[in-house]
Nanobody, 129 residues
């Protein structure tokens, strides 16, 4: 059974930092593309950052580039998202997602929700001004 469990969310003031974690079980983590997405109330889910299994490919959305850092520890089956210089517009539920490398479609689908098979339950991030 595949499980993705996020943690590390919370409430911070603008300019603050948070570090999200996602622990994966039930998958061979090193063979999976991994990603972070977020969804704010009333808005569609959007991709934040994602990597190939060996992190040779790594993408960020323009809205977080330079402020957020994606990393993964394949030995610990854990995904991280270091979020610095947080803004009120970063307020959202943050989800991690996984897709096996053998099913990866590539191309322009990195931040398409339909490219990802497994999802966590999410962790809430709230940034106040």
């Amino acid at each position: 059974q595949v499980q993705l469990v996020e943690s590390g969310g919370g409430s911070v003031q603008a300019g603050g930092s948070l570090r999200l974690s996602c622990v994966a079980s039930g998958i061979t983590f090193r063979t999976y593309y991994m990603g972070w997405f977020r969804q704010a109330p009333g808005k569609e889910r959007e991709g934040v950052a994602a990597s190939s299994p060996g992190s040779t490919q790594l993408y960020y959305s323009d809205s977080v580039k330079g402020r957020f850092t994606f990393s993964r520890d394949n030995a610990k089956n854990t995904l991280y998202l270091q979020m610095n210089s947080l803004k009120p517009e970063d307020t959202a539920m943050y989800y991690c997602a996984a897709e096996h490398s053998g099913r990866w479609r590539g191309g322009g689908s990195w931040f398409s929700s339909s490219s990802w098979e497994y999802w966590g339950q999410g962790t809430q991030v709230s940034v106040s001004s």
